[in-house]
């Protein structure tokens, strides 16, 4: 076929489909890889520039070992150089299980009757978020199936109370949500109760294969109006958004490529790209039986996070606890920024968990699926996953600074304002571990802990660290929450 991607591409203008089949699988059948293309792109990635669809595809169609890996090293490269050695945390929590859509591989599927159905209360929800905070979380992600009930005003008032939820020392300072597309005026409804990044997945980019998980009588059934879900949540003025795609549905080459249009739509139309892209993976869930052809093993997945560190260098990137955690130790080496710690999918159970470790200090019991969207691979708590970080020279952070001071949207700027990793992340990522160490680290974790500080002196912009040493001081005193 000849490849004409100029007479395929579809022009970008916001509220309008804007995947090509034909311009992606151009791409992918007619880029050939060669050692000098994967050389020259893997420079440019690394002189900060954004890579285009073609040269993502020559990484796509790299499958020389040796090249492969120096696409990974590339990638580790990078991430070292951009973001620093620091990892963000937070945690999941489900709201509610509700949902009448019936996507087949979902454990919340309308057609489950295995699935035991609960909306947490208000006051349920508070007891959760004080569990959370007590571990010393700070950063959520609110969690819901697609319901009437979760409407945007109930949403919104879930974000309220989990914010005006303070136990002790704690309180969370971003919450996020992952929740079904709303129209623009139910955006500006969640955006005004202060949400921190809107998330949601396309699952899939093709839309043949959309259809067949998404049957076409439910409201998840219209592809367009999810693909065009970041289109309203900018109009409404949320300009954080996170993307994803559930790897395991459709052939990875093409779900890669279109992740990247999804991106470039979003720079053409809004100026600004995402600000986090997720990567789950299939996982078990409860009755789940589906076609595992296009499943994607540990090899290829490795390489599609170091080709999106290259890719898109700016954005975020989010791996759950849906991996175990000697995958996550890998992939945050080569391209994850942020990921999730002591992981409770159990709607509702963070509270009881939380007692129980009290009474007995016995780990998660194991998952009961009927009450859980899907099996996660890393169980570990908050504590165990701070430790290993350390024990890696990664800072652990519980950062919320850009957001609360209105650093927003241009999250190129992370990237491209000369010293903003060492003037601003790194001493925020060891503002907020120095609280975590004061108020919730057992005594090993804290003295592996203030020696991780110690050492990452040096990381930080030499005029800050006075400045920075001394609110150590203030939060050793008792201050909390201070930042630059
Ligand atoms: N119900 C909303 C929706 O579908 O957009 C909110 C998101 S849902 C609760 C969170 C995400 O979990 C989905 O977008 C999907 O990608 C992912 N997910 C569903 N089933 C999964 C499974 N079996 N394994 C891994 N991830 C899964
Ligand atoms: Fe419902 Fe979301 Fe699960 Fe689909 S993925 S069944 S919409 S909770």
Redesign the pocket.
Known sequence: MQFHPEKCRIPDEPNKPFISSEEIWDYINNTKSTPERVHEIIQKSLDKNRLTMEETAVLVNTTDPKLVEEIKEGARELKRRIYGNRIVLFAPL?VGNY?V?N?S????RSSNKEQVRTTLTDEELVRNVEALEDDGQKRLIL????SPKYSPEYIAHTVKVTYATKKGKGSIRRVNI????LDVEGFRTVKEAGIGTYQ??Q?TYCPEIYNEYHPINTK?GDYNYRLTAMDRAQQAGIDDNGL?I?FGLYDWRYEVLAMIRHTNHLEACFNVGPHTISF??????SG?SIDKKYFVDDDTFEKIIAIFRLAVPYTGMILTA?EDAEFRAKAIEYGISQIDGGTNLQIGDYKYHHEEEEKNSDKQEDQNLHRE??KIGDDRTLGEIIDKLLDHDFIPSFCTACYRLGRTGEHFMEFSVPGFIKRYCTPNAILTLSEYLVDYATPEVAAKGWKCIENNFKNVDPKFLDELKSRIERIKQGERDLYF
């Open positions: 489900y949902c859509n996507c591989y979902c454990g919340f969690v819901y199936g697609e992952n929740a079904a597309p949601i997945f699952e998840k994803g559930l789950p993976r299939i996982k078990d869930a789940l849906r969207q899907f």
